[in-house]
């Protein structure tokens, strides 16, 4: 059938999954005067425990939409993120949250959620858990497991690197499995990790093909992140094996120990899609362009795109054009980000006398840095400058 557009009738959004792609969208066409309906699998809204890294890109987003004072309040800003080889000395360090660098904040997941939740729910989103997507089609229904198909002027994929979205309108061009991962976890914070001047830093520790990722995003809370090869079997168990990450790491053994047994693996991967869309149905977020966290900013594509994609289909009469437009305007930056983190991880194999050699010298490159800080410092469509 076609959109229901036409006649001035209140303009109508079918939207798969609530996570930071899906809600983002949401709120901004609601904020635009659309009525939105999202479908989530899940039976219910809870992420699971870990932190996430938000740059100022994605931060400016969180502003438009009126999500930035939740979302950021009690969140950690660290003076540095460094890099450090397997002696740990520091190969690289990146300045933020200083006058003229990129604003970077950490905070739990569950706090980001709920305060684009909160921001749908403030501006009349309609939000059903259970309602799982099984495809779409691109003259704008959304198809639910249950068999009803749901009519709108837009519908939206945002169902993350499985999309069915997305794969029912035969939109991947690639999907590709870099053999690499991560166990994310949440601990308390507490003195003795590392050494007292570096407690408030963001810190990547490298051992051979092995990472751990130490980032306050709390006040109280430390998320971990250990990294390693989808082949490491021994590394990538969880409960983690403390003996085997200590000997890795012994610099860090007093941060092993602590770690808990909670802990959820996922594998590094690049989408690329054909087109972003077809016809009235829109991808975004991971089911479009995900890619690997080095530079932390999967899910700051997934506002910049969803805030994108609001903008611009807000008023406009010709939907297909106005996602066309939408996908020219902001795919060639989330490409450049795609590109640009995956490059981080072309040194996970390498010796670690070589990779402390290399880095310490692209450590200090300017250009090589403005290259990686170009999506944080970017103004994403529809947002404004200052954060
Ligand atoms: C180890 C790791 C660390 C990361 N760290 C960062 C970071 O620090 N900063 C950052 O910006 N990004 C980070 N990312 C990337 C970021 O998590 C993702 O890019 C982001 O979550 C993508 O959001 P999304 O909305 O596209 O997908 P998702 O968050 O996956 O959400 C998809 C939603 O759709 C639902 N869903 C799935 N299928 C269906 C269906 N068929 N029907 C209905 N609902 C469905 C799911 O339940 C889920 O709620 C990291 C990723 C990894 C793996």
């Given at each position: 059938?076609a959109?229901?557009n036409g006649?001035?009738?209140?303009r109508?959004?079918?939207?798969a999954?609530?996570g930071?792609?899906?809600?983002?969208v949401?709120a901004a066409l609601a904020q635009?005067?659309w009525?939105v309906?999202v479908h989530?699998?899940?039976a219910d809204l809870?992420t699971?425990g870990?932190?996430i890294?938000?740059?100022?890109?994605?931060?400016?987003?969180l502003k438009?939409?009126?999500?930035y004072?939740e979302?950021?309040?009690?969140?950690h800003?660290?003076p540095?993120?460094?890099?450090?080889?397997h002696?740990?000395r520091?190969?690289?360090?990146?300045?933020?949250?200083?006058?003229g660098?990129?604003r970077l904040?950490?905070?739990?997941?569950?706090?980001?959620?709920?305060?684009?939740i909160?921001i749908?729910?403030a501006?009349?989103?309609?939000i059903?858990?259970?309602?799982?997507v099984?495809g779409?089609t691109?003259e704008?229904e959304?198809l639910?497991a249950?068999?009803?198909?749901q009519a709108?002027?837009?519908?939206?994929g945002?169902?993350g690197i499985?999309?069915?979205v997305?794969?029912?309108?035969?939109?991947?061009?690639?999907?590709k499995?870099?053999g690499?991962?991560?166990v994310?976890?949440?601990?308390?914070r507490?003195?003795?990790?590392?050494?007292?001047?570096?407690?408030?830093k963001?810190?990547e520790?490298f051992s051979?093909?092995?990472?751990i990722?130490?980032t306050p995003?709390?006040?109280?809370?430390?998320y971990?992140?250990l990294?390693?090869t989808?082949?490491?079997e021994?590394?990538l168990r969880?409960?983690s094996?403390?003996?085997?990450w200590s000997?890795a790491?012994?610099?860090l053994s007093h941060?092993?120990g602590?770690?808990?047994?909670a802990?959820r693996?996922?594998?590094?991967?690049?989408?690329?899609?054909k087109?972003w869309?077809?016809?009235a149905a829109?991808?975004?977020?991971?089911?479009?362009?995900a890619m690997?966290?080095?530079l932390?900013?999967g899910?700051?594509?997934?506002?910049?795109n969803?805030?994108?994609?609001?903008?611009?289909v807000?008023?406009a009469?010709d939907?297909?054009?106005a996602?066309?437009a939408w996908e020219?305007?902001?795919r060639p930056?989330t490409?450049h980000?795609?590109e640009?983190?995956?490059?981080q991880g072309?040194m996970?194999?390498?010796p670690?006398?070589?990779?402390s050699?290399?880095?310490t010298?692209?450590?200090r490159?300017?250009e090589?840095?403005?290259?990686r800080?170009r999506?944080?410092?970017?103004?994403p469509?529809?947002?404004?400058?200052?954060?």
């Open positions: 059938m959109g229901l006649g001035g009738a209140q109508r959004a079918e939207i999954g609530a930071i792609g899906g809600l983002t949401a635009r005067g009525r309906t989530e699998r899940a809870r699971f870990a932190g890294y938000i740059w100022s890109n994605g931060l400016r987003v438009a939409l009126g999500a004072d979302a950021t309040a009690g969140a800003a660290g540095l993120f460094e890099t450090r080889d002696e740990n520091v190969m690289e360090e990146i300045p933020i949250n200083r006058p660098s990129a904040i950490t905070i739990l997941r569950e706090t980001l959620t709920r305060s684009l909160d749908c729910r501006n009349g989103v309609e059903r858990t259970s309602s799982e099984v779409a691109p704008g959304l639910l249950d068999g009803k198909r709108a002027d837009l519908v939206v945002a169902d499985n999309s069915a997305r794969d029912s309108l035969d939109l991947l061009l690639y999907r499995h870099l690499y991962g991560a994310r976890m949440l601990i308390d507490v003195d003795g990790d590392v050494a007292e001047a570096d407690k408030d963001y810190i520790h051979g093909s092995r990472r990722l130490y995003a709390s006040a109280r809370h430390l971990i992140a990294c390693c989808s082949d490491d021994a590394a969880v409960p094996d403390r003996a085997l000997e790491f012994p610099h941060l092993v602590r770690f808990g047994n802990g693996w996922d594998a590094f991967e690049v989408v690329k899609l087109r869309s077809s016809g829109a991808v975004l977020g991971d089911g479009a362009h690997p966290p080095y932390g900013q899910g700051g594509c997934a506002l910049m969803g805030l994108g994609l609001a903008v611009a807000a008023d009469d939907i297909p054009a996602l066309d020219a305007r902001e930056l490409e980000t795609q640009q983190s995956e490059r072309d996970n194999l390498w670690d006398a070589l990779r050699q290399v880095l010298i692209t450590g490159s300017r090589l840095a403005m290259l800080l999506t944080a410092m970017h103004v469509t529809g947002a404004v400058e200052a954060v």
